[in-house]
């Protein structure tokens, strides 16, 4: 089974380990529009000595006060899905919210007033659900506006320390908190961060994302909504 979306979680993890402060740093309104391949590798040692791996891809599309992310299925996976073996392939829409979890999500930011609207978007139900803030974490989504848009708040860059000079467009970063190692590669023309490793000393537990641009399709994903229908979030929980 795919393992359920944890949206930005390694850049959530940064600002967690950065003081205060640095969170609440001014930073850029808007940044160039790109289209990333984001690739994301787990890997965990238990006390027991069981090492656990989990991989997976999301598909995110950035522009001006919106951010599309939707799940990378494998071939397998779209495949047997196509031949009726995925068990939400027609979910009843009164139990629809199982499907919502990993649901491409439709994020925007009102660029005057700064208010934030979560959508999930339910293909096989042809609907866009507006998601409330109660259950953003229903969905996927973590909350932060700037570390969908950015992969991580480019305020917390500023906590970190640099690694060397500017080199082909990228400048590195490392924070050292305690046993915890968290490396960034920013890029500087495009404004996300190319990749985010948190790593422990003993390498008993890491966690990456290495973002990859792509050429988007001709027609974008949320271009292809107008005929679906649009409900709540809380019409799924009947």
Do not use: C
């Amino acid at each position: 089974m795919i393992p359920l979306r944890k949206i930005f979680s390694l850049a959530l993890l940064v600002m967690v380990a950065l003081p205060v402060q640095a969170q609440n740093t001014a930073q850029p309104a808007e940044a160039p529009a790109v289209n990333l391949r984001l690739s994301y590798e787990n890997r965990s040692i238990g006390h027991d000595g069981i090492q656990r791996d989990s991989r997976y891809t999301d598909l995110m599309y950035r522009r001006a006060g919106l951010v599309w992310i939707e799940r990378e299925l494998p071939q397998s996976v779209r495949a047997s899905a196509a031949h009726g073996h995925d068990d939400s392939a027609s979910p009843h829409a009164g139990h629809a919210h199982s499907e919502a979890q990993g649901a491409p999500l439709l994020i925007r930011r009102d660029a005057q007033t700064g208010q934030v609207s979560v959508q999930a978007v339910l293909h096989n139900l042809r609907r866009v659900i507006d998601v409330e803030l109660a259950h953003y974490g229903n969905v996927g989504y973590g909350g932060s506006w700037a570390a969908a848009y950015w992969l991580i708040e480019p305020a917390a860059l500023s906590r970190m320390e640099k690694q060397g000079p500017e080199q082909r467009g990228i400048q590195h970063y490392q924070l050292q908190q305690g046993e915890r190692t968290i490396k960034v590669a920013w890029d500087v023309a495009g404004q996300y961060a190319r990749s985010i490793e948190q790593r422990d000393s003993h390498g008993t537990s890491i966690q990456s994302m290495t973002a990859t641009p792509f050429v988007a399709p001709p027609v974008l994903p949320w271009q292809q909504l107008a005929d679906y229908q649009r409900g709540d979030y809380s019409d799924l929980l009947d």
